[in-house]
């Protein structure tokens, strides 16, 4: 079956940066876009990044447009979310998705100071 896990998640200050790592399992990798999504307490949940199966085609929430880079290393199964001059706002539970339909159990991105 497919299989998400991300990992990378954890506390940092604002303006400090964070690398998040989705490996997939169970599906035709190299074939299918993915997304990261997060979800924020009392809030819906929301993507904030999308890139093509080749990977040359990305698009971005505007909350984190400039700040946040998506990429993907095919070979290795791997998503990744290069997520720079972090804010207070994006304090929330990230998840990596494929295909709309498969979900990873989430990890946690903490900003404060």
């Known amino acids: 079956q497919v299989q998400l896990v991300e990992s990378g998640g954890g506390s940092v200050q604002p303006g400090g940066s964070l690398r998040l790592s989705c490996a997939a399992s169970?599906?035709?990798?190299?074939?299918?876009?993915m997304s990261w999504y997060r979800q924020a307490p009392g809030k819906p949940r929301q993507r904030v990044a999308w890139?093509?199966?080749?990977?040359?085609?990305?698009s971005y929430a505007d909350s984190v447009k400039g700040r946040f880079t998506i990429f993907r290393a095919n070979a290795m199964k791997t998503v990744y979310l290069q997520m720079n001059s972090l804010k207070p706002e994006d304090t929330a539970v990230y998840y990596c998705?494929?295909?709309?339909?498969?979900w990873g159990q989430g990890t946690q991105v903490t900003v404060s100071s």
């Open positions: 890139i093509n199966s080749a990977g040359v085609s990305t």
């Open positions: 169970g599906l035709t990798f190299s074939s299918t876009a």
């Open positions: 998705n494929a295909l709309e339909l498969f």
